[in-house]
């Protein structure tokens, strides 16, 4: 028996608006909302989106409606699984709210599972040791397809099936069942796709996605060169009949039927007939991922070091889609730089719009790989120029900074900036001696203070003469005036508990002021 999962991957991007130049920074919207209408091509997102649910979404989901309905009395029955992110659920609400329901209707079927991933399609899995970010949109989007389908996600699948090791741990210890990925020959070698295998370092299940018989779909439909063509659902039914093993994922992106590929291409058609043709072979079975995982144990472990990380996409299936060139690896770490700052406002409109910034699909456009991938990479990118898409990153992503560095710079801001709870590795840690490191650490100014009058006053003595107090405080906090005042009790040469009644208590003093600044009671 072989198990059939067909999963659509669905994302709309908002593209940046390329007419984008520093001269409107004269002309300051009349609002933060206003800055949506400054940054995005919101006409385009809107043409693109109108054109795609008339030509793909909207037959599509009828299409599938309709065949599970055809089979919901019969043995085996036809079942899909989709990936929707929180940017497209965003569109649909705001363009086409009977879209949603389209969706919803295929929900109420118990036929569809819906898997979780980012909700803004991002890259941010891949940064961040605690991987906090990626964590939070995980979390959001799972509160959506909560909240809209009634469904919770149990299976995720990440952008563009990012997958390592460190990844498939994070999503096993947030309550994920298992992880879909690409069937990846260097992760594979010898072994094939149809079979579910476990992560290295966690019990997660891992099912991959065979890009053979995905992209014959995906890629090769309509393509008049190929020997196969024309693909018809009849054909295709019989090579998924000949596939060994426990399950063949096939996973494309939803635009592929009628965007992709038109619909004179007899896309629809071939999903129409599609599962008729696959459910007349006995052993073959309309299966989503939950339900593949509950029928079949893991044969193997897969291993995906964060350096081998794999993808599905182009041929290299690694982060280089998005990670490759310069303008690329340039514009991927400003974004990334900008996390505490953004989240050092506490302001949900800042973090929103630097999470639009995070869509993968910008880092795409600048790719300037050749051949098919390059041909592949022209077709998404509405300049069709990377050069184009990365000027007009860097124009929005700029002002972007400049606003935020500006907002830092009110008073109860720049209090609660430096107050901020810091990641796990920008920390002080207090050592006694030169690699002879305490167990104190301090991720913040508060518990710096503390940990300043308890940790042996060797430790204090040993930090002092090397400047490395000032250095933190100044270059990770971002507290300069503080300090200037730890550099002039170090120039004065204090030893012992007198250098620790000085520190504490300049220190102190300034948590005090910056909490009444920032409006805190309690600091």
Same mark, same amino acid.
């Given at each position: 028996?072989?198990?059939?999962?067909?999963?659509?991957?669905?994302?709309?991007?908002?593209?940046?608006?390329?007419?984008?130049?520093?001269?409107?920074?004269?002309?300051?919207?009349?609002?933060?909302?206003?800055?949506?209408?400054?940054?995005?091509?919101?006409?385009?997102?809107?043409?693109?989106?109108?054109?795609?649910?008339?030509?793909?979404?909207?037959?599509?989901?009828?299409?599938?409606?309709?065949?599970?309905?055809?089979?919901?009395?019969?043995?085996?029955?036809?079942?899909?699984?989709?990936?929707?992110?929180?940017?497209?659920?965003?569109?649909?609400?705001?363009?086409?709210?009977?879209?949603?329901?389209?969706?919803?209707?295929?929900?109420?079927?118990?036929?569809?599972?819906?898997?979780?991933?980012?909700?803004?399609?991002?890259?941010?899995?891949?940064?961040?040791?605690?991987?906090?970010?990626?964590?939070?949109?995980?979390?959001?989007?799972?509160?959506?397809? /909560?909240?809209?389908?009634?469904?919770?996600?149990?299976?995720?699948?990440?952008?563009?099936?990012?997958?390592?090791?460190?990844?498939?741990?994070?999503?096993?210890?947030?309550?994920?069942?298992?992880?879909?990925? /690409?069937?990846?020959?260097?992760?594979?070698?010898?072994?094939?796709?149809?079979?579910?295998?476990?992560?290295?370092?966690?019990?997660?299940?891992?099912?991959?996605?065979?890009?053979?018989?995905?992209?014959?779909?995906?890629?090769?439909?309509?393509?008049?060169?190929?020997?196969?063509?024309?693909?018809?659902?009849?054909?295709?039914?019989?090579?998924?009949?000949?596939?060994?093993?426990?399950?063949?994922?096939?996973?494309?992106?939803?635009?592929?039927?009628?965007?992709?590929?038109?619909?004179?291409?007899?896309?629809?058609?071939?999903?129409?007939?599609?599962?008729?043709?696959?459910?007349?072979?006995?052993?073959?079975?309309?299966?989503?991922?939950?339900?593949?995982?509950?029928?079949?144990?893991?044969?193997?472990?897969?291993?995906?070091? /964060?350096?081998?990380?794999?993808?599905?996409?182009?041929?290299?299936?690694?982060?280089?889609?998005?990670?490759?060139?310069?303008?690329?690896?340039?514009?991927?770490?400003?974004?990334?730089?900008?996390?505490?700052?953004?989240?050092?406002?506490?302001?949900?409109?800042?973090?929103?719009?630097?999470?639009?910034?995070?869509?993968?699909?910008?880092?795409?456009?600048?790719?300037?790989?050749?051949?098919?991938?390059?041909?592949?990479?022209?077709?998404?990118?509405?300049?069709?120029?990377?050069?184009?898409?990365?000027?007009?990153?860097?124009?929005?992503?700029?002002?972007?900074?400049?606003?935020?560095?500006?907002?830092?710079?009110?008073?109860?801001?720049?209090?609660?900036?430096?107050?901020?709870?810091?990641?796990?590795?920008?920390?002080?840690?207090?050592?006694?001696?030169?690699?002879?490191?305490?167990?104190?650490?301090?991720?913040?100014?508060?518990?710096?203070?503390?940990?300043?009058?308890?940790?042996?006053?060797?430790?204090?003595?040993?930090?002092?003469?090397?400047?490395?107090?000032?250095?933190?405080?100044?270059?990770?906090?971002?507290?300069?005036?503080?300090?200037?005042?730890?550099?002039?009790?170090?120039?004065?040469?204090?030893?012992?508990?007198?250098?620790?009644?000085?520190?504490?208590?300049?220190?102190?003093?300034?948590?005090?002021?910056?909490?009444?600044?920032?409006?805190?009671?309690?600091?």
């Amino acid at each position: 028996m072989t198990d059939i999962c067909l999963i659509f991957e669905v994302h709309q991007p908002l593209r940046l608006n390329r007419n984008f130049h520093s001269d409107l920074l004269t002309r300051p919207p009349r609002s933060k909302e206003d800055l949506f209408e400054l940054y995005f091509n919101n006409p385009l997102n809107r043409h693109i989106f109108d054109r795609v649910a008339k030509k793909c979404y909207l037959p599509a989901n009828n299409i599938i409606l309709n065949e599970i309905r055809r089979f919901s009395r019969e043995r085996k029955q036809f079942k899909v699984s989709y990936g929707i992110s929180g940017a497209f659920i965003e569109q649909c609400q705001s363009w086409n709210p009977k879209l949603v329901e389209s969706f919803k209707k295929l929900a109420d079927t118990d036929c569809v599972e819906f898997l979780g991933e980012t909700y803004y399609h991002s890259l941010a899995s891949l940064f961040g040791i605690d991987r906090s970010e990626f964590i939070d949109q995980v979390k959001m989007h799972r509160q959506l397809i /909560e909240g809209l389908f009634n469904r919770q996600p149990k299976i995720f699948e990440n952008t563009e099936c990012l997958y390592n090791n460190a990844i498939a741990k994070t999503i096993s210890n947030i309550g994920y069942e298992a992880i879909i990925t /690409e069937g990846a020959e260097r992760i594979l070698r010898w072994r094939s796709p149809n079979f579910i295998y476990k992560a290295r370092g966690s019990s997660i299940p891992v099912l991959l996605r065979n890009y053979r018989l995905s992209d014959d779909i995906g890629f090769r439909f309509s393509a008049r060169w190929w020997n196969e063509w024309p693909l018809t659902a009849q054909k295709y039914g019989s090579w998924l009949a000949t596939a060994q093993g426990q399950t063949v994922i096939i996973f494309v992106d939803y635009e592929t039927f009628g965007e992709h590929h038109w619909p004179e291409s007899g896309i629809h058609e071939f999903l129409r007939w599609l599962p008729s043709e696959v459910l007349k072979w006995k052993h073959l079975h309309w299966r989503t991922p939950s339900e593949v995982i509950r029928f079949h144990q893991p044969v193997g472990e897969i291993d995906v070091h /964060e350096y081998n990380t794999v993808s599905w996409a182009d041929l290299e299936r690694d982060p280089s889609a998005w990670l490759d060139n310069p303008m690329q690896r340039v514009s991927y770490e400003v974004l990334k730089g900008l996390e505490p700052f953004v989240k050092g406002l506490g302001d949900k409109f800042w973090i929103r719009l630097w999470r639009y910034f995070q869509m993968s699909d910008h880092l795409y456009y600048m790719s300037v790989k050749g051949g098919g991938p390059g041909d592949v990479h022209c077709y998404f990118n509405p300049s069709g120029n990377p050069i184009d898409a990365f000027v007009s990153f860097s124009n929005v992503i700029s002002d972007f900074e400049a606003r935020i560095l500006r907002e830092l710079e009110k008073p109860e801001l720049a209090a609660k900036w430096i107050l901020r709870r810091l990641s796990t590795d920008k920390g002080f840690t207090f050592f006694y001696e030169f690699a002879r490191p305490t167990d104190r650490v301090a991720y913040d100014l508060a518990e710096f203070a503390k940990t300043l009058s308890s940790v042996p006053w060797q430790s204090l003595q040993y930090h002092t003469e090397r400047g490395d107090f000032e250095r933190w405080l100044s270059q990770v906090l971002g507290d300069k005036k503080l300090a200037e005042s730890v550099k002039s009790i170090s120039g004065m040469k204090f030893i012992g508990e007198k250098l620790r009644r000085k520190l504490v208590m300049a220190v102190d003093a300034r948590v005090k002021q910056l909490g009444a600044l920032a409006g805190k009671d309690n600091v």
